[in-house]
């Protein structure tokens, strides 16, 4: 679900890049992409977010906060995929 990649800088320094996907029917639902200056900050973030994108409830928080809209929207993308 979530990969860490070493990505260098213009000034040689090292910047470790947190990516998330989550697909269903070969559809992107859910994408985030955060930087960290440490590995061990990407790897406890990476960690921490895939634990609570596991649960249902909290896949569903995650789509409300990135789309901006309410839950009835939501449910009514939702029930044309189905």
Do not use: H
Not at 12 to 31: E, L, M, N, P
Not at 72 to 82: C, E, V
């Amino acid at each position: 679900m979530g990969t860490i990649t070493a990505r260098p800088r213009k000034g040689g320094t090292i910047s470790y890049r947190v990516q998330i996907v989550i697909r269903r029917k070969r559809a992107t639902v859910f994408s985030i992409v955060q930087t960290f200056e440490s590995e061990t900050a990407a790897r406890r973030r990476l960690q921490k977010k895939e634990t609570k994108l596991k649960t249902p409830e909290g896949l569903e928080r995650a789509l409300l906060r990135k789309s901006g809209k309410g839950f009835i929207s939501l449910i009514q993308r939702d029930s044309w995929m189905a």
